[in-house]
């Protein structure tokens, strides 16, 4: 019998202490009612993966939809694995878990990225490991499941980085900034529309300072980048060097190659030159995927709109004429919301856990808030 055989997990009826349900003759005992709804659970979530893979790999071409269907196959795989466990019990329809419910509805509402990212939670967070019921090989394709994902998402969390991580810095840093600069000033006992007043200042100046920031910030890394970058119009002389002595093998020396292997790659470099007379034969690539740093524009746009977004709401109880303590749970309330939504956005993407991300978000703004709240306190009482 080998190690995969699912005969093995029936005879050893694991789960909890309980009455053995009836099962065919023959078979040993089955595991109680409480197993048999788990392995039932994780019948469910291999199908909806299959189903998320095979649905995004019809979104994609080429190697990448390659690599999905070949997941799809293995989901597929682990299903008749709990399928031959379950025998008759496999027919019962179950919810999968909500880890896998929100894959799939937060990869149709936002697109393959959010797929990626989460899928890359989910096959990470596999409770096969610790589930003898699980072999040792589907534990094994599920931790690999979540490197093939990881480096799928790769090129989809690049193509974000850049303006996505000024939208998110954007909309915490007005979020924490403007609660923070609100509860501090009423704090210290000013009236609403000195509270309103410094909250529109605070949105206004940190939205066009961020975005000036993120302008420069981006656009200064592009022009260091532009500087490190080969100059084209040196590759018109490839074909023209000695390939016996050439001064190109220095180059790949000074990019990090030893002696002999930048000789070998300057002298296979003008051998094709001269055979293909081709003298704008890429010479040198530096590696770098400029995608990844978004455009200055985008960057001071993104963070303009969402430092904004954030620093509105915890102004909009003074907006709407609230006063007092009421106005400063309900701004809390509000931004508190708010952070627990970028944060978790950031961990989902990032393929982790959200609930963490999110607290952290929360626990850094709620903290940077309370203490210009009691500076304010201070403030209001020595002044009083």
């Known amino acids: 019998m080998t190690n995969n055989d699912p005969q093995r997990f029936l005879d050893a009826g694991r789960g909890s202490p309980g009455p053995a349900a009836s099962h065919d003759p023959g078979t040993g005992p089955t595991p109680d009612s409480r197993t048999i709804r788990r392995w039932q659970r994780y019948l469910a979530n291999e199908r909806l993966e299959e189903r998320v893979y095979r649905d995004l790999a019809r979104r994609r071409t080429g190697e990448d939809r390659e690599i999905l269907l070949e997941l799809a196959a293995a989901?597929?795989?682990?299903?008749?694995?709990?399928?031959?466990?379950?025998?008759?019990?496999?027919?019962?329809?179950?919810?999968?878990?909500?880890?896998?419910?929100?894959?799939?509805?937060?990869?149709?509402?936002?697109?393959?990225?959010?797929?990626?990212?989460?899928?890359?939670?989910?096959?990470?967070?596999?409770?096969?490991q610790d589930d003898d019921a699980a072999s040792a090989e589907m534990a094994a394709d599920e931790r690999i499941h979540a490197e093939v994902v990881r480096a799928l998402a790769a090129r989809s969390r690049a193509r974000l980085s850049g303006n996505f991580r000024a939208a998110v810095f954007g909309a915490n840093d007005?979020?924490?900034?403007?609660?923070?600069?609100?509860?501090?000033?009423?704090?210290?006992?000013?009236s609403n529309s000195v509270i309103l007043l410094t909250g529109i200042s605070g949105l206004l100046a940190g939205a066009l300072s961020m975005g000036a920031g993120e302008y420069i910030s981006v656009r200064s890394q592009r022009e260091l980048l532009d500087a490190s970058t080969p100059d084209p119009e040196s590759r018109h002389a490839v074909a023209?060097?000695?390939?016996?002595?050439?001064?190109?093998?220095?180059?790949?020396?000074?990019?990090?190659?030893?002696?002999?292997?930048?000789?070998?790659?300057?002298?296979?470099?003008?051998?094709?030159?001269?055979?293909?007379?081709a003298p704008t034969l890429p010479v040198l690539d530096v590696g770098v995927d400029r995608d990844e740093l978004g455009t200055g524009l985008g960057a001071a746009l993104s963070s303009f709109c969402f430092f904004s977004s954030g620093a509105l709401i915890p102004i909009l109880p003074y907006i709407f004429g609230m006063s007092g303590i009421p106005a400063v749970v309900l701004s809390a309330g509000l931004v508190g919301i708010a952070l627990l939504f970028t944060g978790s956005t950031v961990g989902l993407l990032s393929g982790t856990a959200p609930g963490p991300r999110a607290l952290r978000q929360l626990a850094v703004g709620f903290g940077a808030a309370a203490i210009t709240y009691a500076l304010g306190l201070l403030f209001g009482v020595s002044t009083g």
């Open 75 to 128: 989901e597929s795989r682990h299903q008749q694995h709990w399928i031959d466990l379950l025998g008759d019990q496999a027919g019962k329809k179950r919810a999968p878990d909500l880890v896998t419910l929100g894959l799939a509805f937060l990869g149709r509402l936002f697109g393959s990225v959010f797929i990626l990212a989460l899928a890359q939670q989910s096959e990470t967070s596999s409770p096969y």
């Open 174 to 190: 007005g979020l924490v900034s403007n609660l923070a600069l609100v509860l501090g000033v009423g704090a210290a006992g000013v």
């Open 240 to 277: 023209d060097l000695n390939i016996d002595a050439n001064e190109l093998a220095l180059v790949f020396r000074a990019r990090g190659e030893d002696p002999a292997e930048a000789a070998a790659h300057a002298h296979r470099i003008i051998a094709a030159a001269k055979n293909q007379h």
